[in-house]
């Protein structure tokens, strides 16, 4: 069964950092890349960015390029989000999700697993 387990949310206040952590069990994912999203209330589920388990390539939404970090530990089955300079537009659930190599990983219609989310709230 996969499981992707997100941790790490919390409350913070603007400027300040968190770091997010989502394990992944269940399969071998070597064939797939990993994304963060986020959705804030009676907002749609939006891109942050996105890593590939082997050669670790990334992407990020412009929102956050500059501000946030996306990181894998492959040995532990664990992917990052180092956020930092967070602004209270930042606030929202925040997803880990897989998706097959060579699908859309800006889209998330396209994933194919998804873990429960982490509540961020940044203050200002």
């Known amino acids: 069964q996969v499981q992707l387990v997100e941790s790490g949310g919390g409350l913070v206040q603007a400027g300040g950092s968190l770091r997010l952590s989502c394990a992944a069990s269940?399969?071998?994912?070597?064939?797939?890349?990993m994304g963060w999203f986020r959705q804030a209330p009676g907002k749609e589920r939006e891109f942050v960015a996105v890593?590939?388990?082997?050669?670790?390539?990334?992407n990020y939404a412009d929102s956050v390029k500059g501000r946030f970090t996306i990181s894998r530990d492959n040995a532990k089955n664990t992917v990052y989000l180092q956020m930092n300079g967070l602004k209270p537009e930042d606030t929202a659930v925040y997803f880990c999700g897989a998706v097959r190599l060579g699908r859309p990983s800006m889209t998330p219609d396209d994933y194919s697993y998804w873990g429960q989310g982490t509540q961020v709230t940044v203050s200002s």
């Open positions: 269940g399969r071998t994912f070597s064939s797939y890349a």
């Open positions: 890593i590939r388990w082997i050669g670790g390539s990334t």
